[in-house]
C-alpha cells in the first residue's frame, strides 16, 4: 500500500525505565511538537500505562504514508529515538492502522479510554446518512434497471470508501472532543 494518500495512525508500544517515566513523558511530548514541522502531521497522543511498570501508547496520525515516512527519515527523529534509547526498555513495537479501522481509537488502547459507543454510533450515523442520500439521489435514476444485489454492490462500493477516506477522519477530528470527554 505504499505510496497510499489514505489517513495512517502508528501505534508505538514502549516501556519507560524505572524512574525515568516523567522524562520520558517529557521528552515524547517534546516529539511532538517537533513533529508539527513535519507536513501531514495530523496529531499525536501519548497514553500512560494503566498500572505502573507498563507499557506506554504513542499514537501518531499523519495524513498519508508519505507523510509518516517523511517523519521517519527526518534528522529529528533521529534524534529523538536517540534520546529515548536511554529512557525506555527495548524497541517499541509498532502497530499501524489505515482505512476503517483507523476511524475510532484503536483497539489497543485501554477500555477506558474508548469513546462511548453510543457516541461512535451517533457519528457514524452522521456520516453514512447524507453520503447514502447523496448517492441514492444521484444514481437511483441510472440504476433503476439493475438488480437488486447489482445496485446494492454498486452503492456500497462507491459508500465505504468515500466513508472510509472522505467523511469518517473528517467527522472524527470535527468531533474529537465530543468523542472523547474524558480528555482524549
Given at each position: 500500500?505504499?505510496?497510499?494518500a489514505?489517513?495512517?495512525?502508528r501505534?508505538?508500544?514502549?516501556?519507560?525505565?524505572?524512574?525515568?517515566?516523567?522524562?520520558?513523558?517529557?521528552?515524547?511530548?517534546?516529539?511532538?511538537?517537533?513533529?508539527?514541522?513535519?507536513?501531514?502531521?495530523?496529531?499525536?497522543?501519548?497514553?500512560?500505562?494503566?498500572?505502573?511498570?507498563?507499557?506506554?501508547?504513542?499514537?501518531?496520525?499523519?495524513?498519508?504514508?508519505?507523510?509518516?515516512?517523511?517523519?521517519?527519515?527526518?534528522?529529528?527523529?533521529?534524534?529523538?529515538?536517540?534520546?529515548?534509547?536511554?529512557?525506555?526498555?527495548?524497541?517499541?513495537?509498532?502497530?499501524?492502522?489505515?482505512?476503517?479501522?483507523?476511524?475510532?481509537?484503536?483497539?489497543v488502547?485501554?477500555?477506558?479510554?474508548?469513546p462511548?459507543?453510543?457516541?461512535?454510533?451517533?457519528?457514524?450515523?452522521?456520516?453514512?446518512?447524507?453520503?447514502?442520500?447523496?448517492?441514492?439521489?444521484?444514481?437511483?435514476?441510472?440504476?433503476?434497471?439493475?438488480?437488486?444485489?447489482?445496485?446494492?454492490?454498486?452503492?456500497?462500493?462507491?459508500?465505504?470508501?468515500?466513508?472510509?477516506?472522505?467523511?469518517?477522519?473528517?467527522?472524527t477530528?470535527?468531533?474529537?472532543?465530543?468523542?472523547?470527554?474524558?480528555?482524549g
Amino acid at each position: 500500500m505504499s505510496g497510499s494518500a489514505a489517513p495512517i495512525t502508528r501505534i508505538a508500544r514502549r516501556r519507560a525505565l524505572a524512574g525515568k517515566e516523567k522524562e520520558y513523558e517529557a521528552t515524547i511530548r517534546e516529539m511532538f511538537v517537533a513533529m508539527h514541522a513535519t507536513s501531514g502531521f495530523l496529531g499525536a497522543d501519548l497514553i500512560p500505562p494503566e498500572r505502573p511498570g507498563e507499557d506506554y501508547q504513542v499514537v501518531v496520525r499523519f495524513a498519508c504514508e508519505a507523510a509518516l515516512k517523511l517523519w521517519d527519515e527526518s534528522a529529528q527523529r533521529a534524534h529523538f529515538r536517540e534520546r529515548l534509547v536511554h529512557l525506555a526498555e527495548d524497541e517499541p513495537a509498532y502497530r499501524t492502522l489505515t482505512g476503517l479501522e483507523a476511524w475510532f481509537t484503536p483497539p489497543v488502547v485501554p477500555p477506558s479510554l474508548h469513546p462511548p459507543r453510543g457516541r461512535m454510533t451517533v457519528v457514524t450515523w452522521l456520516g453514512i446518512f447524507p453520503t447514502v442520500s447523496l448517492y441514492l439521489w444521484l444514481l437511483a435514476p441510472l440504476l433503476a434497471d439493475l438488480p437488486f444485489l447489482a445496485r446494492t454492490a454498486i452503492l456500497t462500493a462507491l459508500i465505504v470508501p468515500t466513508m472510509t477516506y472522505a467523511v469518517m477522519p473528517r467527522l472524527t477530528r470535527l468531533l474529537k472532543n465530543w468523542l472523547n470527554p474524558a480528555g482524549g
